[in-house]
Nanobody, 123 residues
């Protein structure tokens, strides 16, 4: 069974940076497409970014393009989300997700989820 464990969240001022990490275990990491979602209070879960199994391609929601970077290290079974120029509207619980196949960027398309890590951006 796939297990995902996020780390790296915290409190940061607007304009600052954070790097989230997600450790993967239970299956062969390089077979999985990885991604990040987030959920702000009172809002639905929102797709943030995803990366192909080999790291060759990345995709982002428009609101984070140019500020966030997703990457992976298949030797370390870890996926990262580097977040720069953070804004108060980035405040949310961030979830790491995994899937063998790509269907869409909806939450239902990802069968494996981490427990989430809180990111709070103060103004």
């Amino acid at each position: 069974q796939v297990q995902l464990v996020e780390s790296g969240g915290g409190l940061v001022q607007a304009g600052g940076s954070l790097r989230l990490s997600c450790g993967f275990s239970g299956r062969t990491f390089s077979n999985y497409r990885m991604g990040w979602f987030r959920q702000a209070p009172g809002k639905e879960r929102e797709f943030v970014a995803r990366i192909t199994y080999d790291g060759a391609r990345t995709y982002y929601t428009d609101s984070v393009k140019g500020r966030f970077t997703i990457s992976r290290d298949n030797a370390k079974n870890t996926v990262y989300l580097q977040m720069n120029s953070l804004k108060p509207e980035d405040t949310a619980v961030y979830y790491c997700v995994a899937s063998v196949i790509y269907l869409s960027d909806s939450p239902a398309s990802y069968p494996y989820w981490g427990q989430g890590t809180q990111v709070t951006v103060s103004s």
